[in-house]
């Protein structure tokens, strides 16, 4: 349960990008705006400054999908995780605190992938590696792998990321075909660390 008493009302919310867990923007509610956040499942505020409620992309169409929320400790915050319907920002970019991917970006990437499958396109690389089905793909990343030892053992450090990266890329392909993500790979991994 929230407590919107301590804020005199009003609660911090903390939205996060459910895939790549960048923080997309703060903001606040009150008991209503939260109510309504959790029937629509899309991010609604309390605006201080139009003194109303506020669902994020009511004009822009660019709204905040609600995937799950959290609330802390103390009851007094809120952090949602979404999926961004578009830039979240008003200027235009996907975070109000203009953040790098960094490590982050291999999750994009699998998103970018994603969208790919979705929405084919005879242009795009990953669309023409998918027409030619699992056994190219699940071969490229075979060769992708040989190319990375071989970097590691006789090529420059730039020669070796390069092939790490494609590497990365046609495993994102080959995940993606087989409709696995990298959450069930990294929750994997946890699992295999206990």
Known sequence: MVDFEKGNGLVPVIV??????????LGYMNDEAWQKTQTEKKVTFYSRSKDRL???GEESGNFLQVKSYYIDCDQDTILIKAEPVGPTCHTGTRSCF???FGANFLLELERIVKHRYDFPNEESYVNRLRTKGINKIAQKVGEEAVETVIAALTETETDFINESSDLLFH????????????ETIAKNLESRHQ
């Open 54 to 56: 506020w669902t994020k």
């Open 16 to 25: 996060q990008d459910f895939q790549t867990l960048e923080v997309l923007m």
């Open 171 to 182: 495993l994102i392909v080959l995940l993606r075909e087989k409709g696995i993500s990298l």
């Open 98 to 100: 203009n953040t790098e």
